[in-house]
């Protein structure tokens, strides 16, 4: 498990120059003008679109088919997918709140609270784990090349129903209480939100299992 893990992390550690000058870019771009939470999330989701880079260079040096004559399982390699898959989520809402906390501190806006500050790291890596769990499946299913549209529809999807869930809850206990839901109880909503990708990623992970267990490599 460890040795998947590392070869995904050493084979995208060729882009991560890349990608570390196009988030710098973004800092300047989105911190000044909406702060650092959608920073944060922006980054962690970045990061999470590079699960889908993995598999494009499994399929250039045919790592699928060299790997099924190891002793290693078809829910080992998937597995290590995920598990790669949070790391990067991981990673990249670090990164976020390192870049948009200097980036704040150097405007005029300043840090915003501490506790602010985790609920948006928290629902940020939320949100980004749980579209590239979406993605996983749809590559194994239909490949880097063919599921480029629906790669793109995974990681709106979610973001989409969070955003929704998140309004229907809100204003369904507000309207429950008769008044506005306290700042605890929103809070504690928002910081349950890891758990709620955690579950999404095991059903997808069991999905993705099926969809490859049927694959021909």
């Known amino acids: 498990m460890k040795s998947l893990l590392l070869k995904d992390l050493y084979n995208i550690s060729h882009n991560a120059r890349s990608m570390l000058v196009v988030l710098i870019f973004l800092a300047f771009a ?4 909406s702060g650092p939470i959608p920073y944060m999330v922006m980054c962690a989701a970045l990061c999470s679109m590079m ?7 499994d399929d250039a040096c045919g790592w699928t088919s060299y790997a099924l004559v190891l002793p290693v399982s078809r829910s080992r390699l998937v597995l290590a997918k995920y598990a790669a898959l949070a790391v990067f989520c991981t990673v990249g809402i670090l990164f976020g709140l390192a870049a948009s906390s200097l980036g704040a501190y150097m405007t005029s806006d300043g840090i915003p609270a501490p506790l602010e500050m985790l609920v948006g790291m928290l629902t940020g890596w939320a949100v980004s784990f749980g579209m590239g769990s979406t993605a996983i499946p749809l590559v194994y299913r239909f490949g880097t ?6 790669i793109i529809a995974a990681f709106l ?14 204003a369904f206990l507000a309207g429950a209480s008769g008044a506005a839901m306290p700042d605890s109880v929103a809070i504690g909503l928002l910081c ?26």
Do not use: D, H, N, Q
């Open 145 to 150: 090349e063919k599921a480029r549209i629906l």
């Open 157 to 170: 999807i979610p973001a989409l129903a969070v955003a929704a869930a998140a309004g229907v809850v809100l």
């Open 30 to 33: 989105i911190v000044p003008t």
């Open 192 to 217: 349950a939100s890891p758990l709620a990708a955690l579950a999404w990623g095991a059903l997808m992970y069991r999905v993705a299992c099926g969809v490859f267990a049927k694959a021909e490599c």
């Open 51 to 57: 699960i889908v880079t993995t598999f494009t260079f």
